[in-house]
């Protein structure tokens, strides 16, 4: 029995030994006289490479250059995106990530840095050295050329010297090859004369050898030498040289002139951004992207273009596919704020090109670096980098508190400006098309009046019929880029004071045909007709005039035939003549006929009626006819004319060309055979024989185009 207790204590002692033994163990450096021990983890730098360009490339200034790099860290592994930043030290940043291209970089000695960052903000990086040179071996640029010499007028003429052969036959724009320095032209100026030309670009100089020099007086034959002297940004040419002419008494002496660059050759971006736009409606907010480019100065058409990307700063697309056939092109207005005056003074028409940039719904566009990348159709990718300062909603005005009023034809505008942080005002004027006037003001105006010389530029050369308006806030970068608007509800402007019809082309789809875009009454336009075998006279439409009836209309006459009328084509076709002179006396009848109406389709009839005579105008059809000005396609209409007596009648058929006129016209089936009787386009002597016979078009001058 005692054996038996002494094991049971042995096995409990045993026990809390065992337990005590774990105490200890767990309790472990919990005590005053426990020992610590710490593990420390050093960050290693991350390490950058750069494999392009290599050390010591040369290229010369235009030419693509592709920046490829990598970026590794031992904790965080491969580099990217924003990690990667690549300077140049001529042109600062150029880039992010681990590939991108540039073809902008400036003349010069660069060293081009690839900087890798860690998450630890630790950095580490690779440099080289590139030479970007200017090519002497092709010159190009944009000049508009002025010069003096001596007696003669100012010489002006445009030259454009570029790689692109394509365009070599291009007016003005001389192509140099790839692998010459020099290149010539020949060709015929306006008066039959030979010309050549021949370009030698060869150090810092260009010469340009000319005869027949055609573009300065195209009535004169000149010969021509001008050397051209520019500087290495090509932004300045000075001319020297000497003229002479064939006569005597004109252009003589010497040259001295210069010319002023006027854009980069190639497809450029001129300017972009990327902004966040707040509406009254908060379901209309939106991000929307710009960028205007051109290609050798002037606007790029569609087949310049073969895509159009927005990338962030790891190279992902974040815009909606852009289809190139929505290039835009069209002219604005503007207007600016003159502090020392407290006035705004209006400019305009600017044209501009580019491609409104937009993206999925839904869609975040946070702050950063976003690259716009254009690929052209020679395959080349022009990019332009800049930084985003982020999405801000602005305030706007609402149009609860927008007016407008005409003071007389003066455009007046009031408004309420919202509070909030905001750095400049525009108001917005457009029309029914979209065409646009942005006028630049301070955030504490608060009403603007437009003189109507200004409105009624604006209506004329868009032939506006309703205008719109609205305000916006904005909100600018550092570097002037707008990256935030805030857009008031577009408002109509009532009882606009200014004509509200304009002519619309034709709907040939359904068969409609609008006069107004075939016989252009406009000051100035002329037109001559032979008549059987002799040249008749020009008829000039000049001289407006309104009748007793308030019907205005403009003098299509010979100044020596016995009969000439007042005509007018517009709104409600083509009217006339509510007065004319007869053999030299004005005659005001106080009527107005029709005699075509504005639109008609094949077959359709008019009639009108004055107090002598009545005229019924038929649409006959479409035809192709050959005069001796040309080839033209023409609509026809029989136009019976017979007076109210029954003493004569006779059927006189026109063939109108579009946008030019009166092509032919025919009087036929006179009764009785000896009537007199004409319209429009008649022999001044009254000769039966002539006025029986077609008179055909031989010349036009339309709008200051010559047929």
Known sequence: M??????????????????????AIIDCGSGDDSTTTTTTTTNTDPTANITSPSGGSSYT?????TFSGTGSDTEDGTLTGSSLVWTSSIDAQIGTGTSFRRNDMTAGTHTITLNATDSNGATGSDSVSI??????????????????ADSCDVIYFKLTIGGDSSRRDEEGYYYIPEDANSTSYSGTDDDGDTYTMTITVSGDTVTIDEE????????????????????????????????????????????????????????????QYLQYRTYSDANDNKYRGWMSLTKDGIPVEVSDITKVELKNSTGAVVNETVDVNDLWIGASFGGGWNSSTSSVSFSGPFLDCGFSIRFPGGVELPAGNYTYEVTTSEGDIVSETFNYPGK??????????????????????????????????????????????????????????????????????????TLYWRVQTRSYTNDNVNYARGYSDDLQIPDMPYPTWKCQ????????????????????????????????????????????????????ATNTYEFDSYLQNGEDGLLGPGCFYNEGDFEDIGVAGILIESEMQIGETVSSSYPDWSISSTFAGIENITVPA???????????????????????????????????IHRTEANPSDCLGCFLVCDPDNDISKLNTASELTSALIDGVGY
């Not at 207790?5 to 030994?17: D, E």
């Not at 609860?400 to 509070?419: F, I, K, T, Y």
């Not at 008549?531 to 009748?547: E, H, K, Q």
């Open 630 to 664: 040309g080839s033209f396609i023409t609509l026809k209409f029989e136009i019976l004319i017979e007076d109210s007596d029954g003493s004569c009648s006779y059927k006189t058929t026109i063939w109108f060309g579009k946008n030019i006129g009166i092509i032919k």
């Open 392 to 465: 801000k909603e602005l305030p706007v005005v609402q149009s609860a508190n927008m007016s407008s009023e005409w003071l007389g034809n003066d455009l007046h505008l009031e408004w309420v400006n919202p509070a909030g942080d905001y750095d400049q005002l525009r108001v917005v004027l457009r029309d029914e098309d979209w065409n646009e006037w942005y006028i630049r003001l301070p955030t504490d105006v608060v009403e603007l009046t437009i003189p109507a010389v200004w409105v009624q530029n604006f209506v004329d050369l868009f032939e506006s019929t």
């Open 61 to 65: 200034e235009g030419e693509t250059i």
């Open 212 to 271: 027949e020099q055609w573009q300065g007086d195209p009535s004169k034959g000149w010969t021509m030498h001008l050397e051209l002297a520019y500087s290495n940004s090509y932004n300045n040419i000075t001319i020297s040289g000497s003229v002479t002419d064939d006569d005597p008494d004109e252009c003589q002496g010497t040259i001295t002139g210069s010319a002023v660059k006027e854009g980069t050759v190639g497809v450029s971006i001129d300017s």
């Open 2 to 23: 005692k054996s038996d207790i002494l094991k049971i204590l042995r096995y409990f002692c045993l026990l809390f030994v065992i337990a005590f033994s774990l105490m």
């Open 505 to 556: 082309d034709d709907d040939a789809d359904n068969g409609i045909y609008r006069i107004c875009n075939y016989f252009p009454l406009n000051p100035g336009n002329s037109w001559e007709y032979k008549i059987g075998l002799s040249t008749g006279d020009r008829f000039i439409a000049n001289d407006t005039m309104t009748c007793s009836s308030g019907y205005s209309g403009i003098l299509y």
């Open 131 to 148: 030479i970007v040179s200017i090519d002497n071996s092709k010159f190009y640029g944009n000049f508009a050329l002025s010069a003096t």
